[in-house]
């Protein structure tokens, strides 16, 4: 079955700054993979998401890249704010199922 | 409230009791999911129904743990004779079919097995 890994699990960054988390996949059949931001106590909600025949996205200051030949996608947040800090969890599905990562926990110090 | 809506959000229970949980996902997604949270870890996959039929259930689900969507609208999930290792949070999320398979989930029930 699939098998997503994430990393890194802790990531600091100053307020400003880039930030960047990486997930890898298994199953080349994987063709849709989201990416979940959760705080404290609350749900996961999405805040992008990328289809296996794009290459890249973008939404305001997140973006999200994916290479189907290496079966890995990034996410990638600009001019990081203190509200981004959260726990972000990328996720692969062929249709049906999602298979989620460990996670990665992101701190953004003003 | 149109999103996906789970009850109760907290449950306390004793060992060896059996609890139950309801979600109520997005009244216009066929498709619905169960999985399982704990503290610094993803969801875990439990199982997933499209319409009424479930049609895919973890290898790791426990024969005391079941669920039913009988009329394709609000799941039930319960665990039977509940252990401490069943303490987590379990997530119901929802999805349509075909094309936009964007996952919303709800807030979780908190289970706490003493």
């Known amino acids: 079955g699939e098998n997503v890994e994430q990393h890194p699990s802790t990531l600091s960054v100053q307020e400003g700054d880039s930030a960047v988390i990486k997930c890898t996949y298994s199953?080349?059949?994987?063709?849709?993979f989201p990416w979940y931001k959760q705080e404290l106590g609350k749900r996961p909600q999405l805040i992008i998401d990328?289809?296996?025949?794009?290459g890249e996205k973008k939404d305001q200051r997140i973006a999200v890249t994916l290479n189907k030949t290496a079966k890995h996608f990034s996410l990638h947040i600009t001019e990081t704010q203190p509200e981004d800090s959260a726990v972000y969890f990328c996720?692969?599905?062929?249709?049906?199922?999602?298979?989620f990562g460990p996670g990665t926990r992101l701190s953004v110090l003003p | 409230d149109t999103g996906v809506s789970q009850n109760p959000r907290h449950k306390i229970t004793k060992r060896g009791q059996n609890v139950t949980f309801r979600c109520d996902p997005i009244?216009?997604?066929?498709?619905l999911y169960w999985y399982r949270q704990t503290l610094g870890q993803g969801p875990e996959f439990l199982t997933y129904?499209?319409?009424?039929?479930?049609?895919?259930k973890s290898r790791l689900l426990s024969d005391r743990f079941s669920a039913e969507r009988p009329k394709g609208s609000f799941s039930t999930l319960e665990i039977q004779r509940t252990e401490q290792g069943d303490s987590a949070m379990y997530l119901c999320?929802?999805?349509?079919?075909?094309?936009?398979?964007?996952?919303?989930f709800g807030s979780g029930t908190q289970l706490s097995v003493l």
């Open positions: 999320a929802s999805s349509s079919r075909g094309g936009d398979e964007k996952l919303f």
């Open positions: 199953d080349s059949a994987s063709n849709y």
């Open positions: 990328i289809r296996s025949n794009v």
């Open positions: 996720a692969a599905s062929r249709g049906q199922n999602f298979v």
């Open positions: 009244s216009e997604h066929n498709r």
């Open positions: 129904f499209q319409n009424e039929a479930q049609l895919e």
